[in-house]
C-alpha cells in the first residue's frame, strides 16, 4: 500500500508528528510528495477512464486545499506541461480571513491571489517533452533543459 501525502503536508509545521500518528494508527509510512509528482498523480487518475471518450489533449487542474496542480497531455503520450501553484480552498481562506458571508472587497483580494496563481502557473509550466530528463519522473532536476519548449500553457 502506498500512502500519499501532498501539499499540507509539505508546508506543516507538525509535519513529523502527523507522519509519526499515521504510522502509529494505520502502520504504514507516508510518503510527502512533490508538487510534480501530485500533478503527474492527479493527471492518470483524472484522464484513466477518458481514453478514447474524448478528444485530447486534456488539462487538468486539481484544485486541493494547500495547492493547485495544472498538467497538460493526452493518455497516450502523458503529461507535456505540469507545475502545482501554492493556492488550493484552504490556503485562500486563510491568507483572506473572510467574514460571513465575505464582502465584496475581501472578495476581490482573494480574486486578484488566485489570478496571480493562474498566471504564475502559466509562467512557471513549460511544455516540455516527457522524453526529456527533467520532466517529473525523469532524472533530472525539474526547471527545464534542453528539451524545454518555449510554448507556455
Known amino acids: ?12 509545521g507538525n509535519r513529523d ?7 502509529e494508527r494505520l502502520g504504514v509510512e507516508p510518503e510527502v510528495i512533490s508538487g510534480d509528482e501530485e500533478a ?14 474524448h478528444e485530447e489533449p486534456f ?5 486541493g ?3 493547485t496542480e495544472f498538467v497538460l497531455g493526452s493518455t497516450q503520450d502523458g503529461p507535456i506541461a505540469a507545475c ?4 488550493g480552498c484552504v490556503r485562500i481562506t486563510e491568507r ?21 496563481a493562474i498566471a504564475q502557473a502559466g509562467a512557471l509550466c513549460a511544455i516540455r ?3 526529456d530528463p527533467g520532466w517529473a519522473g525523469g532524472n533530472g532536476d525539474h526547471g527545464g533543459g534542453e528539451g524545454a519548449r518555449a510554448q507556455r500553457l
Request: hydrophobic share 45%.
Open 96 to 116: 483572506h480571513g473572510f467574514s460571513d458571508p465575505p464582502s465584496p472587497a475581501e472578495l476581490q483580494a482573494a480574486l486578484a491571489d488566485i489570478d496571480a
Open 1 to 12: 500500500m502506498r500512502f500519499v501525502a501532498t501539499s499540507a503536508s509539505r508546508d506543516a
Open 65 to 67: 486545499g494547500g495547492s
Open 129 to 131: 517533452s516527457n522524453q
Open 84 to 87: 502545482s501553484v501554492n493556492i
Open 17 to 23: 508528528e502527523f507522519i509519526a500518528g499515521i504510522r
Open 40 to 53: 503527474l498523480l492527479s493527471f492518470h487518475g483524472a484522464t484513466g477512464p477518458l481514453v478514447g471518450r
Open 59 to 63: 488539462l487538468v487542474v486539481d484544485l
